[in-house]
T-cell receptor, first 111, second 116 residues
């Protein structure tokens, strides 16, 4: 079946550092979503991407829809302690609700 | 606040109990979903409803029974569950099933279920 590989699985960074994570697949996607999930809470949508090459920002977050349509990237600039959480991607290949989800990147920020 | 509200937030039940999870969305969306989130696994789609009609049952055991009385409310009825059913159950909604340019999926805060 289709799979999304998300990396890294976890990251420990210092406050103020920039963070990069990505999702890759062997399948071609036409929609990417990026979420953040805090412990015991539901995922919160950060950014949605619909076109290959699209670069979209939301505050200190920037996400890109890869040109090959098989990957997507999320960058966080100047990290702060409240960035701690699990970030995961979701992709749809079919233009419908059938999203495939990554396993998440656990981010910890050291003050 | 995402506009999707789930109750209860936490539920502990025995294997012989019957309980229900409730979801309400205030976004005017037409599609609603139940997902299961287990530790270290990707989200698993369980059920999909569009305009109160079930469009997908993703090979979910019959001990999970969904109900969608209207486009704003979704229930998940639980009976004779197993300990391996313990997980975070997430409700979500989207504008429609087709997602070109409007594909945002909004999740509730989840119901943490523990089966003893």
């Amino acid at each position: 079946g289709q799979q999304l590989n998300q990396s890294p699985q976890s990251m420990f960074i210092q406050e103020g550092e920039d963070v990069s994570m990505n999702c890759t697949s062997s399948s071609i996607f036409n929609t990417w979503l990026w979420y953040k999930q805090d412990p015991g809470e539901g995922p919160v949508l950060l950014i949605a991407l619909y076109k290959a090459g699209e670069l979209t920002s939301n505050g200190r977050l920037t996400a890109q829809f890869g040109i090959t349509r098989k990957d997507s990237f999320l960058n966080i600039s100047a990290s702060i302690p409240s960035d701690v959480g699990i970030y995961f991607c979701a992709g749809s290949t079919s233009g419908t609700y059938k999203y495939i989800f990554g396993t998440g990147t656990r981010l910890k920020v050291l003050a | 606040e995402t506009g999707v509200t789930q109750t209860p937030r936490h539920l502990v039940m025995g294997m012989t109990n019957k309980k229900s999870l409730k979801c309400e969305q205030h976004l005017g969306h037409n599609a609603m979903y139940w997902y299961k989130q287990s530790a270290k696994k990707p989200l698993e789609l369980m059920f999909v409803y569009s305009l109160e009609e079930r469009v997908e049952n993703n090979s979910v055991p019959s001990r999970f029974s969904p109900e969608c009385p209207n486009s704003s409310h979704l229930f998940l009825h639980l009976h004779t569950l197993q300990p391996e059913d313990s997980a975070l159950y997430l409700c979500a909604s989207s504008q429609d099933l087709r997602i070109f340019n409007t594909g945002e999926l909004f999740f509730g805060e989840g119901s943490r279920l523990t089966v003893l």
